[in-house]
């Protein structure tokens, strides 16, 4: 990263048009439709006899999924900011262009709507939601990983929603949501403060930022980098933050 971007970069970069709107349209009445089904299916599996151990499992999948929905938001953030560029090939216009617009901007985010900011978190969650519509009826396996599966679309939905949060006015959210920044259960604006100084190398989770610190502390992004470049050397390419 040779530094901050401009304004004039971010404008250049925004081009999010009536094509990605659709998709992400289609991607959230796909999701509601998947979870209503599914959650209908996991009601009725908790109210059948003898299956009322299900609620205690939706209740601990609930932190699980959380957790797992900060690694993923974590993930997805470090690829699309550290590899390839905005002109990567299907990948650059619709997924990496967004992440490098929001370091020239970081307020672009507060202005989006619901759709803009919430249709790729649902894109994400289909297959979790997709898996779960096809799980066999009644098995053990189907009666763990239906809960599992519900619980992570769901935290994955609210990634981006917490991120936006994290960049909002604190006078502009309402009170719920400030008490669960301050208490650490959604992304802190103070800790997403710090992945928006150059060069943007830290802090990638945005869901919870509970496995920042790990993250961070241990050197796993650094190591992970060290180890794909290794990998790319032999066929001569080279993934670039840029
Ligand atoms: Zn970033
Ligand atoms: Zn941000």
């Not at 992440?99 to 969650?125: K, M, V, W, Y």
């Not at 919870?208 to 050397?233: F, P």
Request: charged share 15%; hydrophobic share 50%.
């Amino acid at each position: 990263m040779s530094g901050p971007p401009t304004r004039p970069e971010a404008q250049a970069l925004s081009r999010y048009g009536a094509p990605q709107r659709l998709i992400e349209l289609a991607a959230i009445v796909a999701w509601t439709l998947l979870f209503v089904y599914c959650a209908l299916r996991l009601a009725a599996a908790i109210a059948a006899p003898g299956q009322g151990w299900m609620l205690a499992w939706c209740l601990l999948c609930l932190p699980l999924a959380w957790l797992a929905a900060d690694l993923g938001s974590g993930l997805a953030h470090w690829s699309f900011d550290t590899w390839g560029s905005v002109h990567t090939r299907f990948l650059g216009p619709a997924l990496i262009r967004p992440f490098r617009e929001h370091h020239a901007d970081p307020q672009a985010i507060t202005r989006h709507d619901f759709i803009e900011t919430n249709g790729a978190s649902c894109l994400a969650a289909l297959p979790a939601l997709a898996l779960a519509a096809v799980l066999g009826p009644d098995t053990p396996a189907a009666r763990l990983a239906l809960p599992a599966l519900l619980m992570f679309a769901l935290a994955a939905l609210l990634t981006n929603q917490c991120h936006k949060w994290a960049h909002c006015e604190p006078a502009t959210l309402p009170a719920w949501v400030r008490s669960a920044q301050r208490l650490g259960l959604i992304l802190p604006p103070d800790m997403h403060r710090l992945h928006h100084v150059p060069p943007f190398a830290t802090h990638y989770c945005t869901a919870s930022g509970w496995l920042n610190a790990l993250l961070d502390g241990s050197g796993a992004w650094r190591g992970i980098e060290r180890r794909v470049r290794r990998l790319q050397r032999p066929v001569g390419g080279c993934g670039t933050r840029s």
